[in-house]
């Protein structure tokens, strides 16, 4: 399993009229999250994308536990449980408060795509070689069922990620 902590402090502009930070704020919350985690293994977006590589977003969910208020700072923690599989990869992320609060849960599914099509292409190996010191070589060798109703790696590109 590969972790990463991060810390951020509540701007003013985050938050709502209630004084709590806005709920949209989370998903950059995730992304400088991540963005710092691939930095701290040595892969950089930059980079990546100069090479035809895109990682959108796929999915992402959140759950707010406790407000996070202005001038709060928070630990945003990405943990990456399973061995990215295929062309995609589930990073979860938890958020606490200074006090060690658990705030907020949440996870992203990224897919990597060919920046030029949109379509689904396997994770380069780059990536996959800075990640394979996380995970033991069975769960490398098995990588998690997909799910009831995933997309199959081959399947079009959604219409969202097409140029």
Same mark, same amino acid.
Do not use: H, K, M
């Given at each position: 399993m590969f972790s990463s902590d991060i810390q951020i402090r509540v701007r003013y502009a985050e938050t709502d009229q209630m004084g709590y930070v806005y709920h949209g704020n989370y998903a950059a919350y995730f992304e400088v999250a991540r963005t710092e985690a691939f930095r701290k293994l040595g892969i950089n977006y930059k980079d990546m994308e100069a090479d035809g590589v895109g990682m959108p977003v796929g999915e992402i969910r959140t759950r707010f536990r406790r407000? #996070?208020?202005?001038?709060?700072?928070?630990?945003?923690?990405?943990?990456?449980?399973?061995?990215?599989?295929?062309?995609?990869?589930?990073?979860e992320y938890e958020i606490y408060n200074e006090a060690g609060d658990l705030l907020t849960e949440g996870h992203t599914l990224m897919v990597f795509v060919k920046t030029t099509t949109g379509r689904p292409v396997t994770m =380069?190996?780059?990536?996959?070689?800075?990640?394979?010191?996380?995970?033991?070589?069975?769960?490398?060798?098995? =990588?998690?069922? =997909?799910?009831?109703?995933?997309?199959? =790696?081959?399947?079009? #590109?959604? #219409?969202?990620?097409r140029k």
């Open positions: 407000p #996070a208020r202005y001038d709060d700072l928070l630990t945003v923690r990405l943990l990456l449980r399973q061995p990215p599989e295929g062309t995609r990869v589930t990073f =380069p190996e780059n990536i996959q070689e800075r990640l394979a010191p996380y995970f033991s070589e069975e769960e490398l060798e098995s =990588p998690v069922l =997909p799910t009831p109703g995933a997309i199959p =790696p081959d399947a079009p #590109a959604p #219409a969202a990620f």
